[in-house]
């Protein structure tokens, strides 16, 4: 197979139908993002082994040391591609903290596809290999390439040290603008809120497994922002309910430009070795593919050979050396000195600033009052009560001045004000009326929502038109069709299923809908949703009788 004509096949999508990337993202931009054991490591391979299979080169920069698995068969018994291996364990050619550059050269000159395992190396090191690598490597290259890095947070995090801004802009730059140099790139995390959004935004496919941390979750939703087409939002609340409990191997791939889909994919079985899964008592040594690197061993070894020493110097080098080092360890004592100084700078600061503290939490519990009153206001008036009115306009720094006023000294802290019961319960009772408002009150909208009621399956439009009129003609399919698009407008119904017109009714998403701005608890969220569906099959047995 020419890769012109390539297909990547890496899964299957929920129709079971063969799920394929297109050659083309060998220079383009993915994220793939999910917690420990989700199968991120898992599904970068099976991406590997595609373009192995395809011919098209790749280089995975790897700190974990497990994607030298592809030289070998699903169970490591027999040799798979020979990709070379760059240091760690199983190199071919060790590597130092140094030979970032000439890794580079080496990789655009031969065009191979290898492995960077920078294991043995350590953090510091390995930011220092990475930065040149990829310095270089945007320089020179100018053919197809990918290039994979795992525990991407150690190179482009959202929060950086000082020590960490030289490979920050070296990747950065490689995204930005690797592909004007026909470079593509997969970052790697089980973090996606501490991988740097700047570089986040620039991906064009998310591929999102498993994830449950709340930061991380709001990190992948913030790419949706402002992005999603209407037609995608039901999609969107898919992701949202199932992102934290999809099984391993299952992912959502979303690509709004690139390959325009937004859809849940199971990765395939990969075809190679997996030496990120857990060892296990009985496992044989794994037998790899060892390509032949007896000419890149002499390019190394060139490069790696001393230029000689000239005579009659050797006497001069070492006593500049004994003047360097005297010099350096003067430095040393100043800096330790200047250190020590610091640190008792900020333990003064530390001690002012404990009661400054102390009065920010304080005032801070007087805002909490101030804004639970405004909270159960809001509630008894209920719609009465829109964003600009005259309740939203409370002045809150005029009043917590004249609250703070009227505290005596060394008055205990403030407590939080909770709405009264009576209050919220007004509250809830007229969330439900606004949600009953919006349910409609005859009319084919009507008769649908009476139909998917009490429904735990999908129903796809073909089976609703048989259901409520005996067949599934053209005509009725779309008139049908329409009352579903209706009520999947405002939410009353959300699409899923194993089809792609399949449809149920979403009576306890609206509801958490309207008690968000007051922060429903789920008890809350589960009595209006039982009133309404009582009201709903109140009115529905009166329409029978």
């Not at 067949?471 to 009520?487: F, I, M, P, Q």
Request: hydrophobic share 40%; net charge negative.
């Amino acid at each position: 197979m020419t890769t012109a004509t390539a297909t990547l096949t890496i899964g299957r999508d929920a129709d079971g139908q063969p799920f394929s990337l297109p050659a083309e993202v060998l220079t383009r931009h993915m994220a793939i993002l999910a917690k420990r054991g989700a199968g991120k490591t898992y599904t970068a391979g099976v991406i590997e082994e595609e373009f192995a299979k395809a011919g098209l080169p790749f280089v995975v920069l790897d700190p974990v040391g497990v994607h030298y698995g592809i030289r070998s068969d699903k169970k490591g018994r027999r040799s798979a591609y020979p990709v070379i291996v760059f240091g760690g364990e199983h190199a071919d050619i060790p590597i130092e903290r140094h030979m970032g550059r000439a890794i580079a050269q080496a990789v655009v000159e031969e065009n191979i596809s290898c492995i960077v395992d920078l294991t043995e190396l350590s953090k510091a090191a390995w930011r220092q290999f990475v930065a040149e690598f990829c310095r270089e490597l945007y320089q020179l290259n100018r053919t197809p390439r990918h290039v994979f890095i795992e525990e991407a947070t150690e190179f482009v995090p959202q929060t950086r040290r000082p020590e960490m801004q030289v490979a920050y802009e070296a990747v950065e730059r490689l995204v930005r603008m690797g592909r004007n140099r026909g470079i593509g790139c997969t970052l790697i995390s089980q973090r996606s809120a501490q991988v740097a959004k700047d570089v986040l935004t620039q991906m064009d496919v998310l591929i999102a497994l498993r994830t449950v941390g709340v930061q991380d979750r709001k990190a992948l939703l913030d790419m949706f922002e402002s992005v999603l087409e209407e037609d995608e939002l039901v999609h969107l609340e898919a992701f949202k309910r199932d992102i934290v409990r999809l099984p391993d191997g299952t992912a959502w791939i979303w690509s709004p430009e690139f390959m325009k889909t937004f859809t849940q994919v199971h990765i395939r079985e990969r075809e190679t070795y997996h030496a990120g899964a857990t060892p296990a008592f009985g496992d044989v040594k794994v037998v790899q593919a060892r390509p032949d690197v007896r000419e890149l061993k002499a390019r190394f070894a060139a490069a790696a050979e001393p230029e000689p020493t000239p005579k009659g110097t050797t006497a001069a080098q070492c006593k500049g050396h004994v003047e360097r080092i005297g010099q350096l360890e003067d430095a040393l004592v100043a800096a330790q000195a200047e250190v020590q100084r610091w640190k008792g700078a900020a333990e003064d600061v530390r001690a002012e600033l404990d009661p400054l503290r102390e009065s920010v939490a304080r005032l801070q519990r007087q805002v909490n009052g101030v804004d639970s009153l405004r909270t159960g206001l809001l509630a008894l008036l209920g719609d009465s009560a829109d964003a600009g009115g005259a309740v939203a306009a409370i002045d809150e720094d005029a009043l917590l001045e004249r609250l703070t006023a009227r505290l005596p000294a060394g008055s205990a802290p403030v407590v939080q004000v909770t709405p009264p019961e009576a209050l919220r319960k007004q509250y809830l009772q007229v969330a439900a009326d606004r949600l009953m408002a919006k349910i409609p009150g005859a009319g084919d909208g009507r008769t649908v929502m009476e139909l998917l009621l009490g429904q735990e399956v999908f129903w796809s439009i073909n089976r609703m038109s048989k259901a409520l009129t005996g067949n599934d003609s053209g005509g009725t399919r779309t008139r049908w069709g329409n009352a579903v698009k209706e009520l999947a407008t405002v939410g009353l119904v959300v699409k899923g299923g194993s089809g792609r017109s399949e449809y149920r009714a979403n009576v306890r998403g609206c509801v958490e809908v309207e008690l968000a701005p007051h922060g429903g608890t789920p008890e809350e969220i589960t009595a209006v949703e039982r009133q309404v569906l009582y009201r709903l099959t109140s009115e529905m047995g009166e329409k029978e009788a």
